[in-house]
């Protein structure tokens, strides 16, 4: 178990430098004894060369940074794999310090002697091998292979004939590791004769140089090599959760996202970091599917099905988490299940029962998973259901399940930039999903959903009003609005206000939003984009345009003007009825909401009064004509209220009997000094009709 803190044990000499590792850890003293004395011992031995082994067989890079004191060194360890760079330090603070780098050796400081060793091979990590090795001609002449990775992959390839017993002590301080929650390694190593090396490589030279399948004829190449190998040790690396997340985890879930984890570390260090970051609770009963064999998984998700069943009925249902005293208690189901198990379950006809086993559970956790499993999971979901999946990760093993998901997201850390390059947002920190997803997911949709609306109600009530024109003209289809102005109702009477407040209007501050995740739910309910509203919507476009065409059409109906005046007064009536609508509907005015409203409605005016003095266009004078008189001025205002009484007063009505959950947050933000003094859980929203999934 390595752990940081601020002791170096090691430091090189360079001419008369010296060089420090950048981060200093803490060593133990027995072990740092074993390696300088114990060279003839075995247990000495195995030391060194475990050490050794976490100095050469990974991919990290020395950089030597300056101090400010001349004479001193600083080594920094860069690489693509955190567990590496611990690794590495760890070697050096017990002596076996890392040094340089180049494509054909490494040379590493032992003990305080300068060693050189030949990189004569190496097999990268890939997360379905679980596993890495390197080839290193030792300056005493022999080729030796280390190999580091998952235990799972690990004890798969030990020569058996060694003693067994470190295998199973091994195993127990590996359980013991990682039912703390670290990330686990095994180290092992293989004497290799020059026959095997020479074997090798001349296979290797001729996997790497094929043309197709090369990297399925490497991995067979490094499959035939790894094998026989003897353990030299096992590490255990925490992997710290960043600020936030359990904090996350909890705001995601109560705004009704279901959580799965996908991950590719051992059982029980999943289940530690579930705990962790609060995804697993103690009142949680866990289904562990862990087999080996189609039969057992089989038998094992029927198991898991009639589980749930049975007890859900007994139990309210999963959404509604708030127990009332005296009320039965709510069970809740935690899947637990390995990458072993997937490959019996994923693209065969166990697929349903998973979907369904899962679906029960109120948390699912997928560990030991390769790259695909994770993508095979995302897809269950996605092919399965309509709701949306949301797949966030950091490493390169994440990059299947991020493309798969409606939305991937990718951390940017220390684990490189390929999940970032995969994804379609990027961020920092997990935390930062919640503001993603509960306030900006949530402006965007209302957003999205008021304006779709907006602009299919505000070109219908202008089309009607041309419609009910043709009535008049025995279906000729001769308009009455002029050309020029058909045309820049939607290029400009109407556009600009629109774009503006779908840019600045937010229902709900992101105070409110993020201190309630329930209010998340009105998207997942569809309640601002659904068919009711749609209809609603037309219906008022319907009755907008009666009132605009008719009181004008009624009102001059025996007067001397021509169709052009009457047309000028039905557009600028209809410009100035859908902004006021879309006043009506602003939520939180700023003086851009302001401008462009009220700017758009003085620009149509000017914009008519122009056209009309153009003496080449049809409508030559037309609006002089009528707006000299108070009873144009007075037909606006009439038209104006007359037509938006009932979007008013259905407002009202709404919000004053019927109010959704964002017209209770609305009114909490106003009466704030209120909202300051209401316990949070005395606000009551509603469940959630649909899910939608997050995995991580
Ligand atoms: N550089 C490495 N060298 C050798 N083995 C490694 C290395 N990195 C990871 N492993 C082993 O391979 C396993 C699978 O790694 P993988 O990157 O797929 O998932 P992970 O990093 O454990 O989990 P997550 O899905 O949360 O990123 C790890 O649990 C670890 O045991
Ligand atoms: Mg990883």
Same mark, same amino acid.
């Given at each position: 178990? #390595?752990?940081?803190?601020?002791?170096?044990?090691?430091?090189?000499?360079?001419?008369?430098?010296?060089?420090?590792?950048?981060?200093?850890?803490?060593?133990?003293?027995?072990?740092?004894?074993?390696?300088?004395? %114990?060279?003839?011992?075995?247990? %000495?031995?195995?030391?060194?060369?475990?050490?050794?082994?976490?100095?050469?067989?990974?991919?990290?890079?020395?950089? !030597?940074?300056?101090?400010?004191? =001349?004479?001193?060194?600083?080594?920094?360890?860069?690489? +693509?794999? =955190?567990?590496?760079?611990?690794?590495?330090?760890?070697?050096?603070?017990? %002596?076996? !310090?890392?040094?340089?780098?180049?494509?054909?050796?490494?040379?590493?400081? &032992?003990?305080?002697?300068?060693?050189?060793?030949? #990189?004569?091979? #190496?097999?990268?990590?890939?997360?379905?091998?679980?596993?890495?090795?390197?080839?290193?001609?030792?300056?005493?002449?022999?080729?030796?292979?280390? *190999?580091?990775?998952?235990?799972?992959?690990?004890?798969?390839?030990?020569?058996?004939?060694?003693?067994?017993? @470190?295998?199973?002590?091994?195993?127990?301080?590996?359980?013991?590791?990682?039912?703390?929650?670290?990330?686990?390694?095994?180290?092992?190593?293989?004497?290799?004769?020059?026959?095997?090396?020479?074997?090798?490589?001349?296979?290797?030279?001729?996997?790497?140089?094929?043309?197709?399948?090369?990297?399925?004829?490497?991995? /067979?190449?490094?499959?035939?090599?790894?094998?026989?190998?003897?353990?030299?040790?096992?590490?255990?690396?925490?992997?710290?959760?960043?600020?936030? !997340?359990?904090?996350?985890?909890?705001?995601?879930?109560? /705004?009704?996202?279901?959580?799965?984890?996908?991950?590719?570390?051992?059982?029980?260090?999943?289940?530690?970091?579930?705990?962790?970051?609060?995804?697993?609770?103690?009142?949680?009963?866990?289904?562990?599917?862990?087999?080996?064999?189609? +039969?057992?998984?089989?038998?094992?998700?029927?198991?898991?099905?009639?589980?749930?069943?049975?007890?859900?009925?007994?139990?309210?249902?999963?959404?509604?988490?708030?127990?009332? @005293?005296?009320?039965?208690?709510?069970?809740?189901?935690?899947?637990?299940?390995?990458?072993?198990?997937?490959?019996?379950?994923?693209?065969?006809?166990?697929?349903?029962?998973?979907?369904?086993?899962?679906?029960?559970?109120?948390?699912?956790?997928?560990?030991?998973?390769?790259?695909?499993?994770?993508?095979?999971? &995302?897809?269950?979901?996605?092919?399965?259901?309509?709701?949306?999946?949301?797949?966030?990760?950091?490493?390169?093993?994440?990059?299947?399940?991020?493309?798969? /998901?409606? *939305?991937?997201?990718?951390?940017?850390?220390?684990?490189?930039?390929?999940?970032?390059?995969?994804?379609?947002?990027?961020?920092?920190?997990?935390?930062?999903?919640?503001?993603?997803?509960?306030?900006?997911?949530?402006?965007?949709?209302?957003?999205?959903?008021?304006?779709?609306?907006?602009?299919?109600?505000?070109?219908?009530?202008?089309?009607? &009003?041309?419609?009910?024109?043709?009535?008049?003209?025995?279906?000729?289809?001769?308009?009455?609005?002029?050309?020029?102005?058909?045309?820049?109702?939607?290029?400009?009477?109407?556009?600009?206000?629109?774009?503006?407040?779908?840019?600045?209007?937010?229902?709900?501050?992101?105070?409110?939003?993020?201190?309630?995740?329930?209010?998340?739910?009105?998207?997942?309910?569809?309640?601002?984009?659904?068919?009711?509203?749609?209809?609603?919507?037309?219906?008022?476009? @319907?009755?907008?345009?009666?009132?605009?065409?008719?009181?004008?059409?009624?009102?001059?109906?025996?007067?001397?003007?021509?169709?052009?005046?009457?047309?000028?007064?039905?557009?600028?009536? /209809? *410009?100035? @009825?859908?902004?006021?609508?879309?006043?009506?509907?602003?939520?939180?005015?700023?003086?851009?909401?302001?401008?462009?409203?009220?700017?758009?409605?003085?620009?149509?005016?000017?914009? &008519?009064?122009?056209?009309?003095?153009?003496?080449?266009?049809?409508?030559?004078?037309?609006?002089?004509?009528?707006?000299?008189?108070?009873?144009?001025?007075?037909?606006?205002?009439?038209?104006?209220?007359?037509?938006?009484?009932?979007?008013?007063?259905?407002?009202?009505?709404?919000?004053?009997?019927?109010?959704?959950?964002?017209?209770?947050?609305?009114?909490?933000?106003?009466?704030?000094?209120?909202?300051?003094?209401?316990?949070?859980?005395?606000?009551?929203?509603?469940?959630?009709?649909?899910?939608?999934?997050?995995?991580?």
């Amino acid at each position: 178990m #390595l752990k940081q803190t601020h002791s170096y044990a090691f430091a090189v000499t360079v001419g008369d430098q010296l060089w420090r590792p950048k981060m200093p850890v803490n060593t133990d003293s027995d072990l740092v004894r074993l390696l300088r004395d %114990g060279g003839a011992t075995e247990e %000495g031995k195995s030391a060194y060369e475990f050490f050794l082994a976490l100095a050469t067989c990974n991919t990290i890079v020395p950089l !030597v940074l300056n101090t400010l004191d =001349p004479k001193q060194k600083l080594i920094d360890y860069q690489g +693509e794999s =955190p567990d590496e760079q611990a690794l590495v330090y760890a070697a050096a603070a017990y %002596g076996f !310090v890392l040094v340089e780098r180049s494509s054909g050796h490494v040379v590493i400081d &032992v003990l305080g002697e300068r060693q050189r060793f030949d #990189l004569l091979g #190496l097999h990268e990590f890939d997360s379905d091998r679980k596993r890495m090795s390197v080839i290193v001609g030792c300056p005493d002449k022999t080729v030796k292979l280390f *190999v580091k990775g998952a235990d799972s992959s690990m004890f798969s390839i030990i020569n058996r004939d060694l003693d067994p017993e @470190v295998t199973r002590l091994t195993e127990l301080h590996l359980h013991s590791y990682s039912s703390l929650g670290l990330r686990t390694l095994v180290i092992g190593m293989r004497d290799l004769s020059q026959a095997d090396f020479d074997e090798w490589q001349s296979a290797y030279e001729h996997a790497s140089t094929a043309v197709f399948g090369r990297g399925n004829l490497l991995r /067979a190449v490094a499959a035939q090599i790894e094998s026989n190998v003897s353990i030299l040790g096992a590490s255990g690396i925490e992997d710290k959760l960043q600020k936030g !997340v359990p904090e996350a985890i909890e705001s995601l879930r109560q /705004a009704g996202i279901k959580v799965w984890v996908l991950t590719g570390d051992k059982q029980e260090t999943a289940i530690s970091i579930g705990y962790s970051c609060k995804l697993l609770t103690n009142e949680m009963t866990q289904i562990v599917i862990n087999h080996n064999t189609m +039969e057992a998984c089989k038998k094992s998700l029927e198991d898991a099905v009639a589980l749930t069943s049975k007890l859900r009925v007994i139990s309210p249902p999963a959404g509604n988490a708030v127990s009332v @005293v005296g009320s039965p208690r709510v069970v809740s189901f935690a899947l637990v299940i390995d990458g072993n198990s997937l490959v019996y379950i994923l693209d065969t006809q166990l697929e349903e029962q998973l979907f369904k086993a899962a679906t029960a559970c109120n948390v699912v956790l997928c560990c030991r998973v390769a790259p695909l499993q994770k993508a095979g999971i &995302v897809a269950l979901i996605k092919n399965r259901t309509d709701d949306m999946t949301l797949a966030i990760g950091d490493g390169a093993n994440d990059v299947s399940m991020i493309q798969m /998901a409606d *939305v991937g997201i990718g951390i940017s850390g220390q684990e490189g930039r390929q999940a970032v390059m995969s994804s379609d947002f990027s961020m920092g920190q997990f935390r930062f999903l919640v503001t993603l997803l509960l306030v900006h997911g949530h402006w965007n949709y209302q957003r999205m959903g008021y304006m779709i609306l907006y602009n299919f109600y505000k070109n219908a009530a202008f089309v009607f &009003v041309l419609f009910w024109y043709v009535l008049y003209t025995a279906y000729t289809l001769t308009t009455a609005v002029s050309e020029w102005s058909s045309m820049l109702y939607s290029v400009l009477y109407t556009a600009l206000p629109t774009i503006i407040v779908a840019i600045f209007d937010k229902d709900l501050s992101r105070r409110t939003l993020l201190k309630y995740p329930k209010l998340y739910g009105s998207g997942q309910r569809e309640e601002r984009y659904n068919k009711k509203l749609f209809v609603f919507c037309m219906m008022e476009s @319907v009755w907008q345009s009666l009132v605009i065409f008719y009181i004008p059409y009624f009102v001059y109906r025996r007067s001397t003007i021509d169709v052009s005046s009457l047309g000028d007064i039905w557009l600028v009536a /209809a *410009v100035i @009825v859908v902004n006021c609508h879309l006043a009506l509907d602003v939520v939180r005015w700023n003086w851009v909401i302001h401008a462009f409203i009220w700017g758009t409605i003085a620009a149509t005016a000017i914009c &008519v009064v122009v056209l009309d003095s153009i003496w080449l266009l049809p409508g030559y004078w037309a609006i002089y004509y009528v707006m000299g008189s108070g009873l144009f001025w007075a037909l606006l205002l009439i038209i104006t209220v007359a037509a938006l009484v009932p979007h008013f007063v259905v407002k009202v009505f709404g919000e004053y009997f019927m109010p959704d959950d964002i017209q209770i947050g609305r009114e909490m933000e106003k009466f704030s000094g209120d909202l300051i003094h209401t316990p949070r859980s005395e606000i009551q929203m509603r469940t959630l009709s649909r899910n939608q999934n997050l995995i991580s």
